[in-house]
């Protein structure tokens, strides 16, 4: 089993800065990537960034060269510095790992950002 544990969200202004942790514990191995997803009311889970165990990473377009997402190997934690936040960033964030066997989650962090 593995465990997520988010954490960093909240309420920002537009132009703000959050970041957040995804720490993780359990059968921690053979890692395929590790992630962030959001899902804003009334739409879908879409990506937003991911890094795998070779340290390449992937982001949405929404979000290219305002988010940067990297990860602690010491503290099986990884973090998704969001910066110049806008209010279409506003979802519940929700952290991803995906190994051999499955993918896992964690419940979510709310963001909000406002006008």
């Known amino acids: 089993q593995v465990q997520l544990v988010e954490s960093g969200g909240g309420l920002v202004q537009a132009g703000g800065s959050l970041r957040l942790s995804c720490a993780a514990s359990g059968s921690i191995f053979s890692i395929e990537f590790m992630g962030w997803y959001r899902q804003a009311p009334g739409k879908r889970r879409e990506l937003v960034a991911s890094i795998t165990s070779g340290d390449i990473t992937n982001y949405a377009d929404s979000v290219r060269g305002r988010f940067t997402i990297s990860r602690d190997n010491a503290k099986n934690t990884v973090y998704l510095q969001m910066n110049s936040l806008k209010p279409e960033d506003t979802a519940v964030y929700y952290c991803?790992?995906?190994?051999?066997?499955?993918?896992?989650w964690g419940h979510g962090t709310q963001v909000t950002v406002s006008s």
């Open positions: 991803i790992l995906a190994k051999a066997g499955g993918n896992y």
